[in-house]
Nanobody
Framework: QVQLGESGGGLVQAGDSLRLSCAASGRTFSTNALVWFRQAPGKEREFVAA????????VYADSVKGRFTISRDNAKNTVYLQMNSLKPEDTAVYYCAAGAYISRDSRTYDSWGQGTQVTVSS
C-alpha cells in the first residue's frame, strides 16, 4: 500500500498560481502512475492530470491543458501540480492518487490522499 499526503491548497484570486504537493511513502516502487483528481461540491470526482514517471508520459484534462503542469521529484517521492492562470471553476478539493497505470477513471486507484482545498475567487 502507498500512503499519500497532499498540501499546498489555499484561497487565491483568479489569474493567480498555486503549487500542490503530494508526498508518497510506503510501497512506492509498485506505482508507475501518479495522478491528480479534483472534486467540486455536488460534482463527481474528475481527472485533472497524470504522470507515468517510468515512461515520462503526462496526460492532462482538456480543461487544464496549458495551465497546469504535473511533475515528480524522485528524490523526495513527491508529485507536484503547478497550477497557473487559475479560474473560479478550478475551485475544488484536489486529491492525489497512485496506481500501476494511468487511468482517467477514479475507480482504478486504491491509494488516495486526504485532499487539499483550492478556492479561486473571481
Amino acid at each position: 500500500q502507498v500512503q499519500l499526503g497532499e498540501s499546498g491548497g489555499g484561497l487565491v484570486q483568479a489569474g493567480d498560481s498555486l503549487r500542490l504537493s503530494c508526498a508518497a511513502s510506503g510501497r512506492t516502487f509498485s506505482t508507475n502512475a501518479l495522478v491528480w483528481f479534483r472534486q467540486a461540491p455536488g460534482k463527481e470526482r474528475e481527472f485533472v492530470a497524470a504522470f507515468n514517471w517510468r515512461a515520462g508520459h503526462r496526460v492532462y484534462a482538456d480543461s487544464v491543458k496549458g495551465r497546469f503542469t504535473i511533475s515528480r521529484d524522485n528524490a523526495k517521492n513527491t508529485v507536484y501540480l503547478q497550477m497557473n492562470s487559475l479560474k473560479p471553476e478550478d475551485t475544488a478539493v484536489y486529491y492525489c492518487a497512485a496506481g500501476a497505470y494511468i487511468s482517467r477513471d477514479s475507480r482504478t486507484y486504491d491509494s488516495w490522499g486526504q485532499g487539499t482545498q483550492v478556492t479561486v475567487s473571481s
